[in-house]
């Protein structure tokens, strides 16, 4: 490692921990940026370029037709402004002096004009403008792909090497499809640490950094680059002494988490003998390697959008039926709870969402989307419910807003077992069922929920969004995702003594339950489960371990006589470094739930 250009250090949030060492593949808005190099002959660059038009024309042309003799001359205009693109004296006048004045290669050059010219139009409010970035991107990747001449038809985008891919943004669909093997870790501009794509990289082990900037512009195919998720770092082009002293860091890492291994076996305690049940959230039937390895009790959230989602179609009950079954069965004797669809907000099916919303996370999801699409709702608990005799299966509804939409979801349950027992298949008809309270509205009326439910469980991440009004995948807002704010705090103690109540239990599934810094916190409050990605399990384990219950608790009650965020904080930092100094940097950068890294005041 270690090229020509200069070490650079991008920094941004840490989402998912780990170092991961490679050459980055960047996927720009649209497309992705090429190699540079130094070049000795300006015509023979300014000649490929024009080439590469040439070839880029000819294929519009060529896509045009075929879209008129399918479906008219309305379709084949969207190539026609694809055409238009590529006759803009910015692109014709503007690449030639690029390459006379950078003498740099010809794709770089086309690559460096566009994407200023691109950044000019982002800026214009008017969403005409923003609308056509989409059509210019198109028009670029295919241009950039026609410099390769020895392939007729323009060459896959995906690099064949492993890679640290940067991207401005990528879509929790996109992050749920990367090969594992090829994609060693990210880093996106955009992004935030309770973004389902950020979920997702820490369920599957993959180190990732979001909120860096500029990282897609300056960065360039290939540059050997270091991730460290911990700190949240894409240094690039790093010198041999900064490889070295990541390559020590890595080495560090590595025994600490093979120390924390050994607790595979061990219960989630505390000193003083009080057990908290820790399981994991999953989104995918292969995490269950990763959930065996971690030494979890069971999955307290499969989130399983993810696998009704990611076909074109909603798989019916007798897939998901087997899927579910073998997911109970690999569990078993510890439960897992599916999580019935979770669609909207930032998880968008392709069909029954096509409308777009203003406002997603206000708009059709969770259990509001289920209960109008009863026909796939009920596919889905027949599912469950046929699972049920596979192993010992819970299911919980997302989204709650109040104690009706639970009683019709439980009315919609019913009918499911009768249709079953009509059908003559076999169920269980004893599957504990729970709420997910992640809307403030909830929280306040969670002792008339607890009473129609058998647990509860809180989505922090949804329930900090909708209590503090603060989008959590907006990253110029990130700052005041306050999970620590007193009325979180207090909100949380008025769910578990709903539950309380009615002698329910009450778990955190939402990413609140693996931050370090709130743990003494949260069992303090009197949570009974908590449910975290599977690579945190281990780190969980150990920091329960060394708390006690008694001091938690004395500790829970100060934090809920606090007026403010930076009081609560400083309370819980304090506990937490007291008790497991070795365990919060091992988090470092937050990053065991990064969310709350700044833990901002
Ligand atoms: C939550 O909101 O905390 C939760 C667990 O659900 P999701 O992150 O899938 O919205
Ligand atoms: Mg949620």
Known sequence: MGGTRKEAIYAGTPVSRGIVFAPVHVMARGFSAPEVHPIANVTRETERFRDALSRTKRQLEGLQEHMESLSGNEEGRIFEAHMLVLEDPVVLKGVPKAIEDRRQNAEYCFYA?????????????????????????????????????????PAPDEPDHQHILVAYDLSPSTTAAMDRHQVLGFATERGSITSHTAILARSLGIPAVVGLRNAVFNLHALDPCILDGYEGKLISNPTPETVRKYRELEEQHQLRRAELDKLRDLEAATTDGHSITLSANIEFEHELDLVDRSGAEGVGLFRTEFFLLENEE??????????????????????????????????????????????????????????????????????????????????????????????????????????????????????SVGAMIEVPSAAMVAADIAAEVDFLSIGTNDLVQYTVAVDRVNPR??????????????LIKTIIEGANQHRIWTGVCGEMAGDLTLLPLLIGLGVDELSVGA????????????????????????????????????????????????LLQEASGGASAPSFAAHPA
């Open 535 to 582: 690579p945190l399990v281990p780190l969980v384990k150990q920091a329960v371990r060394l708390l006690d219950f008694e001091e938690c608790s004395a500790l829970a009650k100060q934090c809920l006589e606090a007026s403010e965020t930076r009081q609560i904080v400083q309370l819980c930092s304090r506990a937490a470094a007291t008790t497991y100094p070795e």
């Open 477 to 490: 807002v990130a700052k005041l995702y306050r999970s620590a704010h007193p009325g979180i705090i207090r």
């Open 314 to 431: 909603c798989p019916d009950e007798e897939k998901q039926a087997a899927l579910y079954s073998r997911v109970a069965k690999r569990v078993s004797p510890s439960e897992v709870i599916f999580r019935t669809l979770d669609a909207g907000g930032d998880k968008v099916p392709g069909e029954p969402l096509s409308e777009p919303e203003p406002n997603p996370f206000l708009g059709w999801r969770g259990i509001r989307f289920s209960l109008d699409r009863q026909d796939l709702f009920k596919e889905q608990l027949r599912a469950i419910l046929r699972a049920g005799t596979s192993g010992r299966v819970g299911l919980m509804f997302p989204l709650i807003s109040g104690v009706g939409e639970v009683r019709q979801a439980k009315s919609l349950l019913s009918e499911c077992m009768e249709e079953l027992t009509e059908r003559g298949v076999e169920f269980n008809r004893e599957i």
């Open 113 to 153: 004009v566009m994407q200023n010219q691109l950044e000019s139009m982002r800026r214009i409010p008017d969403p005409f403008f923003r609308d056509r970035t989409t059509d210019i991107e198109d028009v670029c990747q295919r241009v950039l792909r026609n410099f390769d001449t020895e392939h007729e038809e």
